[in-house]
């Protein structure tokens, strides 16, 4: 019987549950390190209901005989730096164990019809890489690959043996680093609207980052690792627990996520961010932590390549895909003159 394509409603939350759930079992078989609860419908059910109560929420669900077979869940979000957009989130799409990866384009497409409607020409997805038909079907609706969110067993750390580089000094930031990481805070936005990233930064945004940074070390939730050389603090890397910062279904127990990694341009190369990650492992394995995550931008080459050679591996993409905003007006009918 063909499959019907219709709106996603409120009492449909169960059913997209156990998809979910379902999705996140066979997601787990390729990385077991994520969180096994998701594997039981009723904890996957509040991940579907965050979503549904995004800003602007809005499904459609793929049916046949009255039974859901997949399901597409996007939200709006309309604050810089995103501006108007719609998100998909990786709790917001499956489909049922077996079923055809066709009914992703039927589902992106209702959901994306309201999205240009109301003027969102940029679309994320949040996936999986677990399987590469799945990556596969979302590359063919036009999406590319943004952002890489990767995971490191800290009992497999390969940096462990490296030596910290001659007359540098490793340590925790404390209240009096405010000033020295405030300086630091402008290095990862540089590189980021470098070639061949090429990310807009604001203007507007940069005290507000340098501001953020200086704050680090009063935040309980932080641990903040400097580098220092000469005296000087020349590189950095910050902490938080996963639980308080990452999407649950990527952060497994006893996980931390790696939020800033910088060094200064003339720092660079020489193995210090190495010594700073291996202290920061070591600190961590200590406090009982066994994974770390983190994220990046995957056209950043200093990032891509530095994580990659910590042993960090891909878990999860942030897709996104930008639509011609002409098509709000030139959708082929004959201009009048
Ligand atoms: C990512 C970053 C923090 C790495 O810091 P770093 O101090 O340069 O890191 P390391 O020196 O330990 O490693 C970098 C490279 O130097 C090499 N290296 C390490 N020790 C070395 C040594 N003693 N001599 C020569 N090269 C060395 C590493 O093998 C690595 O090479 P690779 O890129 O081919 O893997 C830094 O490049 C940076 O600040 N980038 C911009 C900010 C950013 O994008 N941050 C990430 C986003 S959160």
């Known amino acids: 019987m063909a499959v019907e394509i219709v709106d996603f409603t409120v009492e449909m939350l169960p059913e997209a549950a156990r998809l979910l759930a379902h999705r996140h079992a066979r997601d787990r078989g390729a990385y077991p390190a994520l969180p096994e609860r998701f594997q039981d419908p009723a904890q996957a059910l509040g991940l579907v209901e965050a979503v549904w109560k995004k800003q602007g929420a809005a499904g459609a669900a793929a049916v046949r005989r009255g039974e859901l077979i997949g399901y597409l869940i996007g939200d709006v979000v309309t604050e810089a730096p995103w501006e108007r957009s719609g998100w998909v989130r990786l709790a917001g799409c499956a489909l049922a164990p077996g079923e055809s990866l066709e009914i992703l384009p039927d589902v992106y497409a209702k959901v994306g019809a309201r999205w240009v409607d109301h003027g969102c020409f940029a679309h994320f997805a949040m996936i999986s ?4 038909a799945w990556v596969e079907a979302w590359f063919r609706l036009s999406f590319g690959v943004e952002q890489v969110h990767a995971l490191l067993s800290l009992t497999e750390d390969p940096s462990r043996q490296a030596p910290t580089p001659k007359g540098v000094e ?14 630091l805070s402008t290095i990862i936005g ?10 807009a930064r604001l203007p507007e945004s940069l005290a507000q980052t340098r501001a953020g940074w200086a704050e680090l070390p009063a935040d309980p939730e932080a641990v903040v690792w400097l580098g220092f050389e000469a005296g000087q603090a020349v590189a950095s890397q910050g902490y938080y627990p996963a639980a308080s910062s990452v999407d649950p279904l990527l952060a497994p127990q006893d996980c931390l996520h790696l939020t800033v990694a910088a060094a200064l341009d003339e720092a660079r190369g020489r193995g210090i961010g190495q010594a700073l990650a291996r202290e920061a492992f070591a600190w961590a394995r200590k406090s009982g932590q066994r994974y770390c995550h983190t994220d990046f931008r995957s056209a950043n080459r200093s990032a891509s390549r530095f994580l990659s050679r910590q042993g960090f591996h891909p878990v999860a993409y942030r897709l996104v895909r930008r639509i011609d905003s002409r098509i709000a007006w030139a959708r082929g009918a004959e201009q009048d003159g």
Do not use: M
Not at 191 to 199: M, T
């Open 129 to 132: 890489t677990a399987d590469p």
């Open 190 to 199: 540089s590189e980021l609207v470098r070639e061949p990233v090429w990310a």
């Open 170 to 183: 490793i340590r925790r930031a404390g209240p009096g680093d405010a000033e020295a990481l405030g300086r």
